[in-house]
């Protein structure tokens, strides 16, 4: 599976951004895919996931409410919808994939795309 993200940028605090992630690969439908983020010199941290159905997504508690992670199946693709954004969203944005169910876990994810760089100025 290879996994391509795009839509980062610069935002003013309180803009949105939409970010995507192109995948390759005939069992894109079977993935569990999620989005990460990560500073310089930190940790990657979790973001959002969904599963292969796009039902019962999960969120890391800082964006509850502003962010929506989809899915569209047919066409290979999950979206990172970002609302409401802070200084503190400012990472690079990593989508990734893995074969089994929702885990927040970072080294629980198989495949993972290049980061895309989201900057929220203050």
């Known amino acids: 599976v290879q996994l391509q993200a795009s839509g980062g940028g610069l935002v003013q605090a309180g803009g949105y951004l939409r970010l995507s992630c192109a995948t390759s690969g005939r069992t894109f439908g079977s993935y569990t895919m999620g989005w990460f983020r990560q500073l310089t010199g930190k940790e990657r941290e979790f973001v959002a996931a969904v599963s292969w159905s796009g039902g019962s997504p999960l969120y890391t508690d800082s964006v509850k409410g502003r962010f929506t992670i989809s899915r569209d199946n047919a066409k290979n693709a999950v979206h990172l919808q970002m609302n409401s954004l802070k200084p503190e969203d400012t990472a690079v944005y990593y989508c990734?994939?893995?074969?089994?169910?929702?885990?927040?876990?970072?080294?629980?994810?198989?495949?993972w795309g290049q980061g895309t760089l989201v900057t929220v100025s203050s």
């Open positions: 990734a994939a893995r074969e089994y169910g929702l885990d927040t876990f970072a080294s629980l994810f198989d495949y």
